[in-house]
């Protein structure tokens, strides 16, 4: 679906900034400007993001109003805290899901979990 296409957009523009180099005249390598590059993922952005992040909890809305206050993207501004947070709330699909928890580097170990709506981890 859409969702799909904007994930594959984003790491696609990722691609793009790690990988656009022009050579300047020297034979050396230089990262050159690209309209193809993501303006939301600065590293003094997503470092401001992240720390205001940590400071009170926000919800989604409050991530995205930030994020576009400061050019960063709300996602990995987020992803950023986790490893510093205290408490970290995500769709329980995503904690059971081993390689999606380790991408995110969510670690379990000495950790307590809590799950709200038990009930529903049948389906999942």
Known sequence: ?????????????????????????????????????????????????????????KDIEQLVTLGKEVKACPYYGARFAIPAAQIVTLPYQMLLHSSTRRSSGIKLKDQIVIIDEAHNLIET
């Open 1 to 57: 679906g859409s969702t799909q296409l904007i994930n594959d957009r984003c790491m696609e523009m990722q691609r793009n900034k790690q990988d656009k180099r022009t050579s300047d005249g020297e034979g050396k390598k230089k990262r050159g400007k690209s309209s193809d590059v993501c303006p939301f993922y600065a590293y003094e952005q997503m470092q401001f993001l992240r720390d205001e992040t940590l400071v009170a909890v």
